[in-house]
């Protein structure tokens, strides 16, 4: 089983991204995809006049401020576009994909922050109208039964929370939970980088190999949207999963790739 993230930022080639996964699926490979929709998301929100905020928790980490008209337009791309767009691609090349989002069939569960502390221009602030949670329950049976049925999974965030409201959660960490809980041999997350760079945005300082014991030496080189992925990584890791590779989303047969060692590979 592999575990596949697929970005959501600028410069990610879904087509080159689908053309690869249909190779994968007639070569008989069991896959679960995980997508996420970041750059479209604020565009559109920007575009309905209600421009993306983000804000940074007391501890350092950025997210976006998920207030409840946030959550509609993020579930409008998410769900919509983003979800959409993927299946009809993997359906365009024969492969009888189904979109789900974390919500659906309490895919993806968790608690939701009722009280977020963040900083903003030096002062904390307490924010409690927040859709924001974490994924701590993955409905493995659920997964299990599509791929019984010969249906590709392909998610999305929200999830929903143990108290049944919708929660943005971060993809990574989300995929890390799904492959945890599906026991993936690999789970491979793409981006629009070529992997960890050591100075980003050189990509000529990629990082190749990460053992899973110094990962934590790690977390400093990336900056924040990377550092969810490598919490993601360290996540999985501890839950059994062999390796994580984090590969270019922007390239020819991305999958195979990454499979072949190429992005940085994290693990053994
Ligand atoms: P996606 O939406 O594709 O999951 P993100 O935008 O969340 O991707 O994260 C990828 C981004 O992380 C890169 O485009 C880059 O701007 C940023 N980044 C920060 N630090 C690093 C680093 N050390 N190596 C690679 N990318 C980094």
Redesign the pocket.
Known sequence: MIVI?I???EG?NYDLIADDLAALVKEGQPLVLVH?G??LTNQVAEQLGHPPKFVTSVSGYSSRRTDRRTLEIFEMVYCGQMNKGLVERLQRRGVNAIGLSGLDGQLWQGPRKDAIKIVENGKRLVLRDDYTGKVERVNSKLLLGLLDMGLLPVLTPPAVSYEGEAINVD??RAAAATAAALQAETLI?????P????K??DESTLIRHIPAANIDQFMS??????K??VMGAQEALAQGIGRVVFAD?RVAHPIHRALAGEGTVIGK
């Open positions: 993230k970005g959501g930022s990610i996420g970041s750059a993809g990574d997350i793409l981006s629009n980088v992997g960890l760079l050591a980003f945005p080189v990336a900056e924040d949207r990377m969810k992925k989303g």
